[in-house]
């Protein structure tokens, strides 16, 4: 597609006005048409008009123009190639002798008239007389040289020709399209006027003639009449590009734009006695212009302002011509990259299949989506990785055409390093569950769809990966059927905790060999408090249960043994003797079965913390050999780690959970008080950090397990000091208060029964919850923060809930958003 000249300024002009219209300028250095000053465009326009033979030699290059009169009195010998190219290329013969002519009128002050002499533009033998006058540009700096051509010959008498002249010049004001007005003298009389200016200003050109021009439009005084007389005084040409006007009309004014030029009129003697005045009625075009740069500014706007990256490229070799702060942040390359091509910024994305996108889209018109599509840019020397979902956009002209791209993208690559860290985090605890030979299961309560693990696949020699609930029951060995669902329903029960635990039978598809599976979870609820999921993990405990009942088995036997052996006791001391050599025998196997199962215990919970261990170790060696790491890889280290962290601190919670549920609190009297002023020995770094103010009653003496006791007050200490309001330093009480049965709340239910409670209340100034979230509160991994505000494992309450329930108490809470909260503890007196 070819660049003509489409100006509206250019219309006629013969047989070189169509040879400009139709030409292709996009190797002109002038570059394309529509970007040419207001003011070459209106000297072309009247060049063309023009019956005088007129060269114009315009711009850094003298670039070549001539309108039909020059052509013609050459007698057609001009090569019509010449137009549009730089003077050296059009007139090379003859360029050393006219440069210095052109070059002298560009420097000078005056205009430079030559007659009867050879200019070497016709190279016809004949004398010519020129008149080779400067000409500005849209800023007002000397660009160029108008030169008019009067043919002089000895067959064509002087005067004649100066008549031809003056015809001509009088045709071309008359039929010119732009206005044309000729004022003389300091009063400004209308000499020469014609239909064009008149119909501008809502005249007649017989109104104007011979009257004094602001006699008539007295209203258009200011700036005009100033700007008149300026250039009677400086016989300098002004002008103007977009000049506002106005005049009065009949029903009211008539109002627009004018591109103007006031030129000085010279006598012969080169005296000034007027000014030349040409107007352009340019109203539409800054009309157009304006609304075109509104909504270009509107664009810009919306596009700056974008909080996701923008981009605009055109044309096939993909030239940014638009970005927003968003994309240039993201690249990283600075912000002096408009108008480069975006292979020149991004040389980086070479062969990955991005630059063949954008061609494809430019050109087939349809869009490209990308997904989670990973991008590897440079930015400060280094390679670095990223994830974007982008968009590339065909942009289209008025006639159809795609003529660029647009870019939207947004920057997800936060959300995929997650979702790799997620599943590496998955992969490890999926290890550590293997190698502690457990297996995990989900049910969903809405669909009655179970899903499990290999382990649990392969125990109930299931094929599919995920079962309804029913064909997982008829696994189960009918005798435990029961039991099992009891212990669903006790999970599902309002108050209960929402902890599941069962043991029970099953028989696989392929050995058939009976196993027994100790299965425990807990019950997720919904943003309604609705039951949603049951989660947990079962464990086979087959060889373990064969061992316990071999051991209960051989106790049974050797009890029996020793009853016996006691009736002859008196009679048979030696037999006595042997009886008891054996039952020590018996608790020997029995202290080694309890070690056994200890050590079971421990080696679960090292091969769950030895992969976070490693983890943590390889991440810290990670950072200390990439010294010149950039501050994004670090991040990602740092993430790694605490990550890990937080898993250890909660496998650890958890095991700390399982110890409490399988070691029920042993009989000794414990202080209270003792137990917090230890907890508060603890804490005291954190105490005085947050500025924390605690008050404590007399506590009563409890029967209990004092480690237990004291994990309860760190628990509910720490969350008090944790989730205290910002800026504002926690104010603690615990109080005290014995109370009969009948005070208990209706809701509570204590493990055990008495007359009377020990009633501990622990209340804090904090940020509090909403009370419809006091059951989850106390469930496992229930959290109502992100762990972006607040750390933690959402155990912690359950490990209290189990301690209470340990010492055959029961624990609740009272609180509402920003007024703190308490946690009332029953014991049983």
Known sequence: ???????????????????????????????????????????????????????????????????????????????????????????????????????????????????????????????????????????????????????????????????????????????????????????????????????????????????ELFDIIPEAREPFHAIISNVLRTSEPVYLYAQPYFVAIENGKKEGFLDLVYHPYRELDGSVTGVIVLCQDVTQQVKARRLLEESEARLRSLVDSAPFPIGVYTGLEMRIQMVNQSIVDVWGKGADIVGKRYAEVLPELEGKGIYEQLEQVYRTGKPFYAHNQRVDLVISGQLQRFYFKYIFTPLFDQSGNVYGVMNTAADVTDLMVAYEQLEETQASLKGAITLAHLGTWELDLETKKLTYSDSIKEWFGFEQDQVPVDQAFDAIHHTDRVSVEEAINQALTPGSGGMYDAEYRIAGSSTRNERIVHAMGKVIYDSDGQPHKLLGTAQDVTIERGQQQELERLVEDRTAELGALNEELAAQNEEYMAVNEELEEANQLLARSNESLQQFAYVASHDLQEPLRKIRQFSDRLMSFNVNASEKELQYLERIQAAAGRMSVLVSDLLDFSSITADPATNQFVALNSVVETVMSDLDLAILETGANIQIDELPIVSGNASQLGQLFQNLLSNALKFRKPGLSPVITITYEQIGQDALPIFLKPIRHTKTYHKIQVTDNGIGFGQQYVDRIFQMFQRLHGRSQYAGTGIGLAICEKIVSNHGGAITAISEPDQGASFVIYFPN
């Not at 004649?160 to 009389?189: D, T, Y």
Request: proline share 5%.
């Open 1 to 211: 597609m070819s660049d003509t000249l489409t100006n509206p300024f250019l219309a006629g002009g013969g047989q070189m006005g169509a040879h400009l219209r139709n030409s292709d300028w996009s190797g002109s250095t002038l570059g394309k048409p529509e970007s040419w000053p207001i003011s070459l465009r209106t000297l072309l326009q009247m060049m063309l008009d023009s019956g005088l033979p007129m060269v114009l030699f315009w711009g850094r290059d003298l670039v070549t123009f001539y309108n039909d009169a020059f052509y013609q009195s050459t007698n057609n010998g001009l090569d019509l190639h010449q137009l549009g190219r730089p003077g050296k290329e059009s007139w090379s013969n003859v360029w050393p002798v006219i440069a210095p002519v052109i070059d002298s009128v560009m420097t000078g002050r005056d205009p430079v008239l030559t007659q009867n002499e050879s200019f070497q533009l016709h190279g016809d033998g004949n004398a010519w007389s020129y008149s080779l006058g400067r000409i500005s540009d849209d800023q007002g700096l000397i660009n160029g040289v108008m030169v008019t051509c009067l043919q002089k010959t000895e067959r064509v008498d002087t005067a004649s020709q100066l008549q031809l002249s003056e015809q001509r010049f009088q045709n071309l004001v008359r039929e010119a399209s732009v206005g044309i007005i000729m004022l003389s003298g300091p009063e400004m009389r209308v000499e020469i006027v014609n239909e064009a200016y008149a119909t501008l200003i809502d005249r007649k050109p017989s109104q104007l003639l011979g009257k």
